[in-house]
């Protein structure tokens, strides 16, 4: 089965406490990537990872940092938390970075207090 | 750089009825163009992409969308509307160098009434 799964999917936490997003997919992808969605500003890239140990920042990493050890699993680590964080998350994967297919989880909304 | 513009953020229209949503794009290469479907309170599916070749581009759903170069769209098509349809729809763009990155236009929400 082709799946992208998020947890937790939804989360509150204060401001200042440190947030573990978690995702996993179970097609081999090389590529793995976490987006937040905010309204009016549709998905804004925060890293990618094109393997094990390969990682690249995206467009909006500061505050966040990564984690992929395992091919199959991609953690995204908010060390304190801010309010502006709020936000939804969506992990995705891709077969390999260029021209392929991606899968998105089911997102895990973040809300930060 | 690469962008992507989604110029409408909502769209209104009725069952029967055509469909195009509008997205432009400003990349110096070939692009990668996609377009992906978000159902309220559901994740992105894929619809289709543009890679190569023809210019229209079939997906799932009955959706196409054609790449026009002369003028840097890659606009979304269905015809007839359904009521089904509403969601919001996201246009991306992935550059052709390994190390692009794929950017989403900003959505635009469709409302199909019965």
């Known amino acids: 089965d082709m799946k992208v799964t998020q947890m937790p999917r939804y989360l509150i936490k204060r401001m200042g406490e440190n947030v573990l997003l978690e995702c996993g997919q179970d097609m081999s992808h090389e590529t793995m990537y976490w987006y937040r969605q905010d309204p009016g500003l549709g998905l804004q890239l925060i890293y990618i990872s094109y393997d094990v140990d390969s990682n690249s920042e995206g467009d909006i990493p500061k505050g966040y940092r990564v984690s992929r050890k395992k091919r199959e699993h991609f953690s995204l680590i908010l060390d304190s938390a801010k309010t502006n964080q709020t936000s939804v998350y969506f992990c995705?994967?891709?077969?390999?970075?260029?021209?392929?297919?991606?899968?998105f989880g089911e997102g895990s909304r973040l809300i930060v207090v | 750089a690469q962008s992507v513009d989604q110029p409408d953020a909502h769209v209104t229209l009725y069952e029967g009825a055509s469909l195009e949503l509008r997205c432009s794009y400003s990349?110096?290469?070939?692009?990668?163009l996609f377009w992906y479907v978000q159902y309220p309170g559901q994740s992105l599916q894929f619809l289709l992409k543009y890679i190569t070749g023809d210019a229209v581009v079939k997906g799932t759903k009955g959706f196409e969308a054609e790449f026009r170069k002369s003028n840097s769209s890659f606009n979304l098509k269905k015809s007839p509307a359904h009521w089904s349809d509403s969601a919001k729809y996201f246009c991306a763009l992935e550059g052709s160098s390994n190390t692009d990155k794929v950017v989403f236009g900003t959505g635009t929400r469709l409302q199909v009434s019965p």
């Open positions: 995705a994967s891709s077969l390999s970075p260029t021209g392929n297919t991606l899968y």
């Open positions: 990349y110096s290469a070939a692009p990668y």
